[in-house]
Nanobody, 116 residues
């Protein structure tokens, strides 16, 4: 079955960096668009970044443009989110996701906390 496993979260000071990873199994990763979402306490889940397949086109939320980079390694069935110049407002649980047919699939999430 489809499984998405995020890792790489943690506590970081403002201005710091983290790299999130999401290992995927159970579907044809190279054919699937991949997305990162986040959800802060009391807020709705929001789309942070997405990446297509062959051309690897990327899109970002305005709030992270210029600071976050999404990438993928199809040989490792893994999608990454490089997060630079982190701000306290980036604190959230980060989820990777894909859509297969009519269904959204989610990982369990990884906590990112930006605090001094």
């Amino acid at each position: 079955q489809v499984q998405l496993l995020e890792s790489g979260g943690g506590l970081v000071q403002p201005g710091g960096s983290l790299r999130l990873s999401c290992a995927a199994t159970g579907f044809t990763f190279s054919s699937s668009y991949m997305k990162w979402f986040r959800q802060a306490p009391g807020k709705e889940r929001e789309l942070v970044a997405s990446i297509t397949t062959v051309h690897r086109s990327t899109n970002y939320a305005d709030s992270v443009k210029g600071r976050f980079i999404i990438s993928r390694d199809d040989a490792k069935n893994t999608v990454y989110l490089q997060m630079n110049n982190l701000k306290p407002e980036d604190t959230a649980v980060y989820y990777c996701s894909t859509v297969i047919g009519p269904n959204y699939y989610w990982g369990q999430g990884t906590q990112v906390t930006v605090s001094s």
